[in-house]
């Protein structure tokens, strides 16, 4: 009797097994299938894609973003404007981190070029989603929202996160092995930008394809291994300025709890306001002693 019950139990936990890899190859199959969308009833700031234009030492950007949001998010005033930069006047490079609402483990970076003639064009690396659609940490794991960089202008996406958010926003200087690779970084991210827009569409992902593992990879293509994609750093990444300063990527010596306090901007910004040279007189806060 004992036997038969035992051999029923083994059986029917078989079957359930077997239920449960078939229902797993089944979704796994239907995510990877999935296309990336062409079209969409997109959110009105995620609505228009931008294109970088490559001629020699010069590239012209088409929709460069320069929205504003007042007096809420929601009430978005739109604006794009096409520019043209010279490759060879960048300046600087600023690492951009915003927690999520003052979370410790989650937070939205991207990168902000500056020329030598005062112009900032920051890269937002970000999940598409249409109107009906709010972020979800767990959907990103999934094929949800398409991969999406907004080429944009800084009162766009720095108001936006000070301001109108009310969140931490920190803006650090990149330290640069070369000068060149400043360079080969705008290129590579826009080329990328272009990629995505056109033949190799691809999908948001929480863990491997986000805001922050995408900057990586984009360093590690110009310094080989430069960070390790493994890094838990980058999918908490509220911690990913840490581990920035960590492998030398920030200009700075000072321990991140102090490097935090530094190059936090978002009372700045709330000082500065809307004006025409937002980003100059940001930096103008944080480097008293140069003349910006």
């Known amino acids: 009797m004992n036997l038969k019950f035992n051999f029923i139990k083994n059986t029917l936990f078989f079957r359930i097994l077997y239920i449960l890899i078939c229902i797993f190859c089944l979704f796994v199959f239907w995510q990877i299938s999935k296309e ?3 079209e969409g009833d997109w959110q009105e700031h995620l609505a228009i894609l931008a294109k970088a234009e490559f001629n020699d030492d010069f590239v ?18 739109p604006a794009y404007y096409d520019k043209t930069y010279d490759l060879r006047e960048i300046k600087k490079v600023w690492y951009v981190s915003e927690p999520f609402n003052e979370a410790t483990f989650a937070a939205h970076t991207f990168l902000s070029f500056e020329f030598t003639n005062g112009d900032f064009l920051a890269i937002s690396i970000e999940a598409r989603k249409t109107k009906e659609q709010n972020f979800s940490i767990w959907k990103g794991m999934l094929h949800t929202y398409p991969l999406m960089y907004i080429p944009a202008d800084e009162r766009d996406v720095m108001l936006l996160r ?7 926003v920190y803006v650090y200087p990149v330290k640069l092995t070369e000068n060149k690779n400043a ?11 272009n990629e995505l827009n056109s033949t190799d569409r691809s999908w948001y992902n929480t863990f491997y394809a986000n805001c922050t593992s995408s900057i990586v990879r ?18 908490l990444t509220a911690s990913a300025d ?13 321990p991140i709890k102090e490097a935090r306090e530094k190059y ?3 009372d700045i910004s709330e000082k500065i306001g809307d004006m025409g040279d937002y980003s ?11 003349k910006y």
Do not use: Q
Request: proline letters at 4%.
């Open 36 to 38: 990336v969308p062409t």
């Open 60 to 77: 012209t950007i088409k929709n460069v973003r320069n929205f504003r949001y007042f007096p809420t998010e929601k009430d978005m005033i």
């Open 162 to 168: 000070a301001n109108v958010r009310k969140d931490k």
């Open 242 to 254: 840490d581990l920035a300063l960590r492998v030398g990527l920030l200009d700075t010596d000072l």
């Open 264 to 266: 936090f901007i978002s």
């Open 183 to 193: 360079r080969l970084l705008l290129v590579d991210m826009l080329e990328r930008m």
């Open 218 to 235: 984009h360093i590690n293509k110009i310094t080989s291994n430069r960070i390790s994609m493994f890094s838990w750093r980058l999918w």
């Open 280 to 290: 100059i007189k940001i930096r103008r806060y944080l480097y008293p002693e140069d």
